[in-house]
């Protein structure tokens, strides 16, 4: 539990997701945030045990072990485990670190000028992802589970909604996930690979240690369409077609 008597910059700096709380609460956090959090609280006529439970949970360690074998999963519960883990961490993530960005940028462009720029090429990133994860969830995704449940129970193929899945995950594959590629490449080359000078103050340290949070969380998301979901789709598919189900 996060004590009372903490500054609020002092527990940002220890651990710098709960940011996210004291900015969903308007509460200052950055270096001259020098005050207890019970007395932030009291000021703002928050409940402080509400507020160290959300800072709780925000701190909360969960891991996926590595040793999970993802390419032994049904495909269906795979395309699942996608959209209620990855999707739903970049519909929360991505507009609650552009805002950690852009608030960032706007005290500190003059002394980095980059900053701009990173702000632009994050905003395309998220719209693109936004609008990505969507086309995903309502059409390729329940698409690829229609399939599963065809291969599985030898369910007349004719039945499924399109005659192919290869073009719309081609697209997906070759354009969708090219292009963030190369967006995170670009960021990664601005922030020089998420390095904060030692002289960094509060709020950079939060922006930087987000960005590479979504940075790693998005490229274990491809990983899982690129390298197994859709392959082992299309020629589940493929299959079908050649077996006439």
Sequence with gaps: MIEKQEFVSDIVKRDYRTAQVFRR????????????????????????????????????????????????????FLADYIVHIHHEYLRSMLPATLVSIQQFSEGHRKKFSYLPDLVVEFSALAKELLSHIQYEDEIIFPYIKQIDFAHKGRESYASLLVRTLSKPVEEVMQHEHKFVEDSLARIRELTLHYSVPPDACTSHKVSFLTLQEVDHDIMQHLYLENDILFPKAILMEKELLKNNY
């Design 25 to 76: 609460h308007g509460i200052e956090f950055c270096c001259g945030a020098r005050f207890p959090l019970e007395l932030v609280c009291s000021l703002k006529g928050l409940d402080l045990q509400t507020i160290q439970a959300e800072l709780d949970r925000a701190t909360r360690q969960i891991s996926v072990s590595n040793s999970l074998n993802f390419e032994d999963w049904d495909l269906s």
